[in-house]
């Protein structure tokens, strides 16, 4: 600090830092710097007011259908004659290959066949025949990689875009950004599978950071949200005037403690609560259905797991025809066992994936087709995903397949994205993305482009740092825009 005690070096250092002001100054005048962030702003009294994109936007709410456990694409949506052709051999260059789980067997070919399906001719697997009948109204993405073999870190990535915790999840940043179409539900619903939660749990719908608000809400067809009803022995009368009352003593609070936004999204959470107790128990009575609805989706069947996801996707449906923004669908449960309940089909994967298929396949189709019957496919992007790939080679000493993240497949479908269109290649094995690698910070960037949204640009700042979904990284996947 001596250098700036005396006359000359303080005179030297004013004059270069002024000079510094100026050509910042010169640099922004010319539009010559990055833009600036884009920070919505939010009344912590009514967080879920809708607020316009950056841009135009080609869709105006999101479905992720997340499949936990790592669905194998090998064995689905990505074909491989070259690995039907060298079946039960060894992968060339895989000497001493070690993955997740340890070394790694013979090439093995898919564990059902592939055909043709619709006007495009796309090849997908028999071992999800219904969805196989929808490949015309899907964009694939055959080179997505991710950046860990581990299902948390790599749930978490695909969740909320970083391996670690502490991150907001895709449908808080959507709904922080736009708001809802809908102030009498949350604006981001996540529904569980019948079976329980995916590895992530609940930290796949937090909020981290963002305002308390915009964490997702979490219930099922089985498991609705609780404590909505009124009590028997309070007259609604009394029930009105409770909560005015307590409206009353909410915002004497407020004013007490001005800028408070854990108080204000916790009032306002309460009264979204109330608003609720109207809506909620309505829609998560899916009695009204029709019988023909019902036995589209596979709602009473004797598969009781079936039956149960086929519920929730009528939910999400009916969620989506109500204005929900952001709905987070999983199929697949965690806390079973490895690949008891999910996707994880290490030890055998044959007989694994013909419990899971079932109830996976007809449920997901008829919502896609569902969504397309009722005019909602055209404003919605469905995005259907997994944490990561599996290996082409069985396991030493298992009838299954290992962790693979790089290169595996999701698809996209209804607003803005091209259909019956695939996006990049795994080499012949489908071992390795190797033609349009993409990453899944380009898929977040490509769902916020989407909805009309600048990835680059829309931010929170915490703890000294500008955070984004995507980090410092992504990039649209244009070639996948309709």
């Not at 009294?45 to 950056?54: M, N, Q, T």
């Not at 619709?118 to 697997?125: E, L």
């Not at 604006?187 to 915009?214: E, K, T, Y």
């Amino acid at each position: 600090m001596n250098h700036l005690l005396n006359r000359r070096g303080f005179l030297s250092r004013t004059l270069s830092g002024l000079s510094s002001i100026a050509f910042a100054h010169l640099l922004t005048h010319d539009r010559l710097l990055a833009d600036s962030p884009i920070r919505p702003p939010i009344d912590p009294a009514d967080p879920y007011a809708p607020r316009p994109p950056h841009k135009e936007a080609k869709a105006k709410r999101v479905l992720v259908i997340f499949c936990s456990g790592a669905l194998s694409h090998v064995d689905t949506f990505d074909y491989k004659p070259e690995l039907i052709k060298r079946h039960d051999t060894p992968m060339p260059g895989s000497e001493g290959l070690v993955t997740f789980q340890g070394a790694n067997g013979n090439l093995i070919k898919p564990i059902a066949e592939f055909k043709p399906r619709g006007q495009s001719g796309k090849m997908v697997s028999d071992l999800l025949p219904n969805l196989a009948e929808m490949a015309d109204e899907m964009c694939f993405i055959h080179s997505m990689t991710g950046k860990s073999n581990t299902h948390g870190p790599a749930e978490s990535q695909m969740g909320t875009g970083f391996t670690l915790d502490g991150f907001p999840s895709m449908g808080s940043w959507v709904t922080y950004a736009l708001g809802s179409e809908n102030q009498n539900l949350p604006a981001f619903v996540a529904i569980p599978d019948p079976r329980g939660v995916p590895q992530n749990g609940p930290r796949h719908w937090n909020s981290a950071f963002l305002p308390a608000s915009f964490q997702g809400t979490a219930f099922s067809a089985q498991r609705a949200i609780p404590n909505l009803a009124r009590p028997a022995e309070i007259t609604p009368e009394a029930d009105r005037a409770t909560r005015d009352y307590l409206r009353r003593l909410n915002d004497q609070h407020l004013e007490k403690n001005p800028g408070d936004s854990d108080l204000s999204a916790r009032i306002s959470s309460y009264e979204l609560a109330a608003r609720m107790q109207l809506n909620a128990a309505e829609l998560s009575d899916l009695s009204g259905e029709s019988p023909a609805t019902r036995a589209l989706y596979g709602a009473d069947d004797s598969n009781v797991n079936k039956a149960g996801f086929a519920k929730n996707c009528i939910l999400a449906r009916r969620l989506l025809e109500k204005g929900v923004r952001f709905v987070q669908l999983f199929n697949g449960s965690y806390a079973m066992g490895e690949g008891v309940g999910n996707w994880d089909g290490h030890k055998s994967i044959v007989s694994q994936y013909a419990v899971h298929a079932p109830i996976l396949d007809q449920p997901a189709a008829a919502l896609l087709k569902d969504l397309k019957a009722r005019g909602l496919l055209k404003d919605t992007l469905v995005a259907f995903v997994t944490e990561f790939g599996r290996m082409p080679t069985f396991q030493k000493g298992a009838n299954g397949r290992d962790h693979n993240p790089k290169g595996f497949t999701v698809w996209l479908a209804g607003a803005g994205v091209k259909a019956g269109y695939s996006h990049g290649a795994t080499d012949d094995f489908g071992h390795m993305a190797v033609k349009d690698v993409t990453t899944i910070y380009d898929l977040h960037a490509t769902m916020l482009h989407l909805l009309g949204l600048d990835h680059e640009r829309l931010s929170f700042y915490n703890n000294g740092v500008e955070r984004r979904l995507t980090d410092v990284h992504g990039h649209v996947i244009k070639p996948i825009l309709a």
